[in-house]
Nanobody, 124 residues
Framework: QLAQSGGGLAQAGDSLRLSCAAS????????MGWFRQAPGEERKFIAV????????YYADSVKGRFTISRDNTKNTVYLQMNSLKPEDTAVYYC???????????????????WGQGTQVTVSS
C-alpha cells in the first residue's frame, strides 16, 4: 500500500513536498515514480527513482524544479516541487514498479501499485 500526503494550494513560485509512504513493501526494492493528471488530460510521467543506485529521471516539464528522493529508513519517497507554476496543477500519484528492468520506465501502465492521489493547485 502506498499512502500519499502533502500537496494542497500554492501560489506560483512556491514550493510543496509530496510524500509517499509504503507499507508492506520496501521502496528500495522498487522503481518508484511520480505521475500527474490534470483535468481532461491523460496521466503523465513526472519523475522516477531507480531501485538500482537511486538514479533519477525527470520529465522535461519539471526538470530543474522538481526533485524525487527516497528515505529508506522511513520507507518513503518524496517529490519536492519548487518554482511551482499554474500548469503544475493536477492530481499527483506515486507508483511502484516491481519489474526488474535495468532502466526505470516512464510508462504508467507498467507500474503495479499506486497511491491514492493528492491534489496540487497552483494559482497565478
Amino acid at each position: 500500500q502506498l499512502a500519499q500526503s502533502g500537496g494542497g494550494l500554492a501560489q506560483a513560485g512556491d514550493s510543496l513536498r509530496l510524500s509517499c509512504a509504503a507499507s508492506g513493501r520496501t521502496v528500495s526494492n522498487y522503481d518508484m515514480g511520480w505521475f500527474r493528471q490534470a483535468p481532461g488530460e491523460e496521466r503523465k510521467f513526472i519523475a522516477v527513482i531507480s531501485r538500482i543506485g537511486g538514479g533519477t529521471y525527470y520529465a522535461d516539464s519539471v526538470k530543474g524544479r522538481f526533485t524525487i528522493s527516497r528515505d529508506n529508513t522511513k520507507n518513503t519517497v518524496y517529490l519536492q516541487m519548487n518554482s511551482l507554476k499554474p500548469e503544475d496543477t493536477a492530481v499527483y500519484y506515486c507508483a511502484a514498479d516491481r519489474s526488474l528492468g535495468a532502466i526505470p520506465t516512464r510508462i504508467g501502465s507498467r507500474y503495479d501499485y499506486w497511491g491514492q492521489g493528492t491534489q496540487v493547485t497552483v494559482s497565478s
